[in-house]
């Protein structure tokens, strides 16, 4: 388990390790998520954005997804 200490300012060290194990480098985001009583630090590289292609089920095609929902909304 790697440790980090909270500076006054709020700051954290993500431990070397760490950071070439999940590709984190100058300028990578990390998104803060609260999951069960948990904290989850998830950085935002581009494997976390291709893991999520297809999540809603477009099959990538999002704006085509969108355009049909809309065309039968007009329908109706």
Do not use: C, H
């Not at 984190?24 to 985001?29: A, E, N, R, V």
């Not at 950085?43 to 929902?69: C, H, Q, R």
């Amino acid at each position: 388990m790697e440790t980090s200490v909270v500076t006054v300012k709020g700051q954290i060290v993500v431990p070397s390790r760490i950071r070439k194990k999940f590709g984190i480098k100058k300028g990578t985001k990390i998104a803060f998520i609260e999951k069960d009583g948990k904290l989850i630090l998830q950085p935002l590289n581009k494997g976390y954005f291709e893991s999520m292609a297809g999540i809603l089920g477009t099959n990538g095609d999002v704006l085509k997804s969108l355009m049909e929902d809309k065309k039968r909304e007009r329908e109706l």
